[in-house]
């Protein structure tokens, strides 16, 4: 992985974080630096971005204060994903990680090349989001 990769990783995590780039901007981002996918760890605070030669970089990523929920919670998952589609009112990534966490999310998955992101629940349950179509 070269520098002008793990820069663009950085600041896409910094622009989630602070709310000046959105999902499709991100996902688009990461595509055109040659990322295959990343994931999001709510449990160690991490974001991993990963290319599609197998290196990748470990971030450290905000961490959740909201203990994460041990019955994983798949319609409250749901609602937070929509929220986030549909850019509500008042809508922030960390109030999203923060919902995610509350409905048993440990953390998610996204791949580009399978247009679909995985949240995992603290025991290995899964709900399955697809990119909506653009």
């Known amino acids: 992985m ?3 990769q793990k820069a663009i990783a950085r600041a896409c995590l910094e622009g989630a ?3 000046t780039m959105n999902f499709p901007e991100i996902v688009g981002t990461l595509i055109e630096a040659g990322f295959e996918g990343y994931a999001i760890d709510y449990r160690r605070a991490t974001a991993t971005y990963y290319l599609t030669d197998g290196k990748s970089i470990v971030l450290e990523a905000h961490a959740v204060s909201t ?3 041990p019955k994983f919670d798949v319609s409250l998952i749901q ?6 589609q549909q850019q509500v ?3 922030t990534y960390r ?4 919902k995610a966490a509350s409905a048993g999310c440990a953390g998610y ?5 399978g247009r679909r992101a995985l949240y995992i629940g603290r025991t290995a349950e899964i709900h399955v989001e697809h990119f909506p179509n653009q």
Do not use: K, L, M
């Open 79 to 84: 609602a937070a994903i929509r929220e986030a």
């Open 89 to 91: 009112p008042g809508y």
């Open 2 to 4: 070269n520098d002008p």
């Open 67 to 69: 203990a994460i929920a």
């Open 17 to 19: 974080q602070s709310d």
């Open 109 to 113: 998955i996204v791949s580009f090349s």
């Open 95 to 98: 109030g999203f990680c923060e």
